[in-house]
């Protein structure tokens, strides 16, 4: 395999629900991945349909990762470690399921005669650019597979990471749509360090963006999630639409923080250690549903709205998302068709349109 040669300091083996081979272990010998395993897995399929009734602005996903050493302790995809018989606190940063073999698999199904080259989007669970793909490199891989096949798709990360591999995304914006986002919840360090412990610098995102809108990738900004007391400050929020205006961002929008099944305890807990002052107040917010009470929303919706950052020139409301808190787009001078564009597409879609419900 490309990987053999990465250091690693044991190996053994593991079976895990769902797979019919058993899993090889590795562990790696540095400091971001220390009392951390790593699963390599053989997936049988690389494309995952969203259900009919969700309401995401795209039908496929791709997830060369299952848990997320980035830490965050609001993520929403942590219940999915149940189903390997993990947990969904420690369990989902520390036991990391790494597909090896998607590139392959994907190029199989991307070139199956019944695929109708609809849009693919990553990053809609764990983020594909986490500490680990900088070992294992899967998303090149899948990248070259969607430009072979001149697929549309987007990609949602927390990592600058995603510029090494601007080479490819740039091969597929010239065969098909493409576009990315960054998540970017607060710039304040003590939030931050706080509740996404292991993700990298805000301010290197924000860089990030530039740098990917710069070299002709459409790149927007997610504020989410916005959480009562923690993140919200307008000031703070309203520095990040500034930046992210600056960097160019053709999209930003933010939602309010979601409480599901055992995210609530893995949060609640974090809370009551970070801000115990707060742990009465999301009780109330959150005792009777996953999420927050219509006028917290429509109090965030109006705080993005006031963002003095969003010139009416420069950015205009999205009437056609109806699930998010708020979104505004930039007005842009139509982009050049990729060439080579398969006839057989689902409609076009602005690029600020994706993903942006998701964390």
Not at 11 to 38: C, I, N, S, W
Not at 77 to 90: E, K, M, Q, S, V
Not at 146 to 161: E, F, G, I, Q, Y
Not at 276 to 305: F, G, K, T, W
């Amino acid at each position: 395999m490309r990987w053999d040669n990465l250091t690693i300091t044991a190996e053994e083996q593991a079976r895990l629900p769902g797979y019919r081979e058993p899993a090889v272990v590795r562990h790696f010998d540095a400091p971001e991945a220390l009392d951390t395993r790593f699963y390599e897995v053989r997936a049988k399929s690389a494309l995952n349909q969203v259900p009919k009734q969700s309401r995401m602005p795209f039908r496929w996903t791709i997830n060369p990762y299952r848990g997320c050493s980035h830490g965050c302790v609001y993520c929403f995809a942590r219940p999915t470690h149940i189903y390997l018989d993990f947990n969904a606190g420690r369990d989902f940063e520390r036991e990391i399921v790494v597909k090896v073999n998607v590139p392959e698999v994907l190029r199989a199904e991307l070139g199956r005669p019944s695929w109708k080259h609809e849009h693919v989007a990553l990053g809609t669970n764990t983020d594909p650019y986490q500490w680990v793909e900088g070992r294992y490199k899967l998303m090149r891989g899948i990248w070259e597979a969607m430009r072979d096949a001149a697929n549309p798709c987007s990609v949602l990360t927390k990592s600058p990471l995603l510029l090494r591999d601007l080479d490819l995304m740039q091969q597929i914006a010239e065969v098909a749509d493409f576009s990315a986002n960054l998540s970017i919840p607060t710039i304040d360090e003590k939030a931050w360090r706080a509740s996404e412990p292991h993700t990298p610098n805000p301010r290197a995102r924000l860089e990030a963006v530039g740098e990917l809108n710069r070299a002709g990738i459409p790149t927007g900004v997610l504020i989410a999630p916005l959480m009562p007391g923690i993140n919200d400050d307008p000031r703070q929020v309203h520095e990040i639409v500034e930046a992210a205006a600056e960097a160019g961002a053709t999209g930003i929008s933010g939602i309010g923080l979601h409480l599901r099944g055992e995210v609530r305890g893995v949060f609640m807990e974090w809370l009551r250690e970070y801000r115990p002052d707060l742990v009465e107040h999301y009780e109330e917010l959150y005792q009777r549903s996953a999420y927050l009470p219509r006028n917290e929303q429509e109090r965030l919706m109006a705080m993005l709205r006031r963002a003095p950052s969003r010139p009416p020139s420069a950015f205009r409301r999205d009437p056609r998302r109806d699930y998010g808190i708020m979104e505004f787009t930039r007005d842009e001078p139509a982009r050049r068709r990729p060439r080579d564009r398969p006839t057989e597409r689902p409609p076009e879609r602005r690029p600020a349109e994706e993903q942006t419900s998701l964390f």
